[in-house]
């Protein structure tokens, strides 16, 4: 099941598995007119207001790769999950508890851009990746265009005693860390891309 998130809307697509999207297969007949009543709907959801509200639809996965190609300008990004003595460490972003993530820069892999993105929001040094974990897909509106940030996602370690630094010119205010019996309340105030995708995850590695 893909997922995609704008604010707190979610819009699903059931018949396409996991997360990744090909974008270079030549499409069917049918697949462009899936793909034209999707770009016809896309913009009535982004500017519906209700911020619980939910869509499904049934198009395919060449249907939507057309139709996200057509709308947005992608923006992709990379960030960490980091466990520290058992806890996970959060950030606060504007008022909002969040994952620690960035754009991937030119030349970079995702996974250099997550370590690297990690250190400057956090301070936290010497960060090992452990595995990836599912990536997260939110649409947002910047400098008149609509984008669509796919973030991929890594659990890290570090063998570092930390000094947490929040990267303030960012907009960062606070660095916690969030213990298993706090999770559920992080789960809750953070963005639904995260609590829903990577809920999962951070409560099974928050019980360790």
């Known amino acids: 099941m893909y997922k995609i998130f704008h604010e707190n809307k979610a819009l699903i697509f059931p018949k396409i598995d996991g997360d990744e999207l090909t974008f270079n297969i030549t499409p069917q007949e049918s697949d462009r007119y899936d793909a034209e009543l999707l770009c016809d709907f896309l913009p009535d959801w982004l500017a519906e207001r209700d911020p619980s509200d939910t869509f499904i639809h049934e198009v395919g996965e060449i249907a939507l790769a057309l139709a996200l190609d057509e709308t947005f300008k992608m ?11 058992g806890k996970l460490v959060s950030i606060v ?14 030349g970079e892999t995702p996974e250099e851009t997550a370590m690297r993105e990690v250190e400057e929001e956090t301070g936290i040094g010497k960060l090992q990746i452990v595995r990836p974990l599912p990536s997260t897909w939110h649409c947002y509106f910047e400098h008149d265009v609509w ?36 999770i559920e309340m992080f789960l809750k105030e953070t963005f639904r891309s995260i609590s829903e995708i990577l809920g999962k995850d951070l409560r099974q590695v928050a019980a360790k």
């Open 93 to 106: 972003r504007k008022g909002i508890p969040d994952l620690p993530k960035g754009h991937i820069e030119k």
């Open 75 to 85: 923006a992709p990004a990379a960030g960490g999950v980091v466990m520290v003595d």
């Open 147 to 182: 984008k669509l940030k796919r973030t991929y996602w890594y659990l890290m370690s570090t063998t570092e005693h930390i000094q947490p630094m929040p990267q303030t010119e960012e907009g960062i205010s606070e660095i916690k860390l969030v213990g298993s019996e706090e």
